[in-house]
């Protein structure tokens, strides 16, 4: 079983739509939670951690679900700028080490149409 | 301020052929690390180094080698190239990976995409 694991999308969909993604993660003594942002043919860039209280940072919101190991991104108001590949990233302590590494899901690929 | 960066961009080897990949960060950043991706497969761990002078397998470690000499440094080698390490590599970096969330975020370079002929 991967460690992290997301939707396979893709997803299509107009200006303007709200779009959310769901990723579930093995571990459950994994301590932090990310979304990561890839453009086509670029490198990863943090787009925000996730908190066990939700969080929210303008048009996206991350939920954290620690009973069911399982996080979300939800993006409102989709603009044509917003087409990337969204990657869960989830750090997972690694044995006997008090060093956690971070997974990556495979990436969930959004296109935003006009 | 630039953040991390790797050389080369691009680079065709064949099939044999040593290279070295160099990644610097000038955040003073005390983590490195090495990830390939591949269509399909996301972001796997190469190496990892947390702190000058150590350096760590991840969990594709096969077929390469690092070295971490300056703290500011990391380097990928790549002794006997074979075509299945043709791929797109990644640097990135990170305060530390214990403690605060933060001190996880990693931020990474531009890449560096090699083709194994």
């Known amino acids: 079983r991967k460690e992290v694991e997301q939707d396979p999308g893709p997803f299509n969909v107009p200006e303007g739509a709200t779009v959310a993604f769901n990723c579930t993660y093995s571990n459950s003594a994994s301590q932090s939670f990310f979304w990561y942002r890839q453009d086509c043919r670029k490198e990863p860039k943090l787009l925000m951690s996730?908190?066990?209280s939700g969080n929210e940072d303008g048009r996206f919101t991350a939920q954290l679900n620690r009973a069911s190991q399982y996080i979300s991104l939800l993006i409102r108001d989709s603009k044509l700028s917003d087409s990337a590949t969204y990657l869960c990233?989830?750090?997972?302590?690694?044995?006997?080490?008090?060093?956690?590494?971070?997974?990556f899901g495979r990436g969930t690929q959004l296109t935003v149409w006009p | 301020n630039a953040g991390v960066t790797q050389t080369p961009k691009f680079r065709v080897l064949k099939t044999g052929q040593s290279m070295t990949l160099l990644c610097a960060q000038d955040m003073n950043h005390e983590y490195m690390y090495w990830y390939r991706q591949d269509p399909g497969m996301g972001l796997r761990l190469i190496h990892y180094s947390v702190g000058e002078g150590t350096t760590a397998k991840g969990e594709v470690p096969d077929g390469y080698n690092v070295s971490r000499l300056k703290k500011q440094n990391f380097l990928l080698g790549l002794e006997s190239a074979a075509p299945s390490q043709t791929s797109v590599y990644f640097c990135?970096?990170?305060?530390?990976?214990?403690?605060?969330?933060?001190?996880?975020?990693?931020?990474f370079g531009p890449g560096t995409r090699l083709t194994v002929t």
């Open positions: 996730v908190y066990s």
């Open positions: 990233v989830v750090n997972i302590p690694d044995r006997g080490s008090t060093l956690g590494r971070l997974y």
């Open positions: 990135a970096s990170s305060y530390g990976a214990t403690g605060l969330a933060k001190l996880y975020e990693q931020y």
